[in-house]
């Protein structure tokens, strides 16, 4: 079983619709949790920490249930410039992340 | 946001040649750098910590004579591909944390340095 898993997608959502993605972890003693955001060809940027408690930052809001190890990242009135691969990663402790295989999003005009 | 950056941005080279990827820390200073591998539409896979002023921390399946890591200070770290050979062209991308601090252990990333070996 993988560390990190996502829905590989592609989620092809046309301008302005709410898309959402999921991610599961298996290691129970995973400390810290992100989404980044990665182009084609580029490197990962970060997009958003995850927190227990949920937390937003703009149209993007950010979820982490510790009890099912599942995190979530909801974008709301999606964009063009939204249009990337969704990494969900996971700190298990030893400072380097471990990366789920990542969520490709296609906003179609 | 803390800065990171990786140096060349791209190679091809010849099979049997060795290649040097630079990786620094701009803006802060960083005890630990993270080297990872990305093969097309996969994901990352750490290859090795880098430790400043110790040797270098390999996951399996990463050999540590091919991958050669050096962290002489606090702001590089050098990652060398001996011998490369087709299979070893990839996106080879670094990564530091600032010093850990409350909220989580954010990493920044290099640009990548895409290597191409004919």
């Known amino acids: 079983r993988k560390e990190v898993e996502q829905d590989p997608g592609p989620f092809n959502v046309p301008e302005g619709a709410t898309v959402a993605f999921n991610c599961t972890y298996s290691n129970s003693a995973s400390q810290s949790f992100f989404w980044y955001r990665q182009d084609c060809r580029k490197e990962p940027k970060l997009l958003m920490s995850v927190y227990s408690s949920g937390n937003e930052d703009g149209r993007f809001t950010a979820q982490l249930n510790r009890a099912s190890q599942y995190i979530s990242l909801l974008i709301r009135d999606s964009k063009l410039s939204d249009s990337a691969t969704y990494l969900c990663?996971?700190?298990?402790?030893?400072?380097?992340?471990?990366f789920g295989s990542g969520t490709r999003l296609q906003v179609q005009p | 946001g803390a800065v990171v950056s990786q140096h060349p941005s791209r190679v091809i080279c010849k099979s049997g040649t060795s290649v040097k990827i630079e990786c620094r820390s701009l803006?802060?200073?960083?005890?630990?750098m993270f080297w990872y591998r990305q093969f097309p539409k996969q994901s990352l896979m750490l290859m090795a910590t880098?430790?400043?002023?110790?040797?270098?921390?390999?996951e399996q399946g990463v050999e540590k004579d091919k991958f050669l890591i050096n962290h002489a200070s606090l702001t590089l770290s050098t990652l060398t591909v001996t011998s490369a050979h087709p299979e070893d062209s990839s996106f080879y991308i670094c990564s530091a944390s600032p010093p850990v601090r409350p909220g989580g252990n954010e990493q920044f990333f290099g640009p990548g340095t895409r290597l191409t070996v004919l």
């Open positions: 880098s430790n400043e002023g110790s040797k270098a921390t390999y």
């Open positions: 990663v996971v700190d298990t402790g030893r400072r380097a992340l471990t």
């Open positions: 803006d802060f200073q960083a005890t630990t």
